[in-house]
């Protein structure tokens, strides 16, 4: 269920931040205290934990990149979109044509498979960002000569 209120920006020790209301808060599950959420600020997409405050309303911190895509600042009042979230989303990275070419062309596509899976999202997580051809094949070479030599901890770059 998606909630919606408007909130201004205040700054606790370091931090900014702003506080949900209760009618809001009361409506989801903590889950060792702290409620996962996603969610906008100003129609700019994030996702964050509620954090408890001893006697206070929940509290939702907000970071630089925040402000900057919601286009606000400290002291001024934001709108708010957020709901629970009840399980970790998972980002699927695509596998890159070049690698998986040259895992076919080497028969490592076994060995690659039988990575951790967290490893192997590492990895294409950090291929995905790469802008250049050259960049890339760098990488992936680099990554066939690790998976060539059954090294333990594969990783790029």
Do not use: H
Request: proline share 4%; net charge positive.
């Amino acid at each position: 269920m998606k909630f919606e209120f408007r909130a201004k920006i205040y700054k606790t020790g370091i931090n900014w931040c702003v506080n949900v209301p209760l009618r809001i808060s009361k409506r989801m599950i903590p889950v060792k205290g702290y409620i996962k959420i996603k969610g906008q600020i100003n129609n700019y997409d994030f996702t964050k934990s509620l954090v408890p405050v001893k006697n206070k309303p929940y509290r939702l911190f907000v970071n630089a990149y925040m402000m900057k895509g919601g286009e606000t600042a400290l002291g001024k009042v934001a709108r708010f979109s957020i709901e629970q979230t009840t399980k970790k989303e998972v980002k699927n990275y695509s596998t890159p044509k070049l690698l998986r070419e040259s895992l076919k062309k080497e028969g490592l596509t076994k060995s690659f498979n039988q990575l951790t899976p967290s490893r192997k999202k590492d990895i294409l997580k950090y291929l995905s960002f790469v802008k250049t051809d050259e960049t890339m094949k760098k990488n992936v070479n680099k990554l066939i000569a690790q998976l060539k030599a059954k090294k333990k901890n594969v990783r790029v770059p």
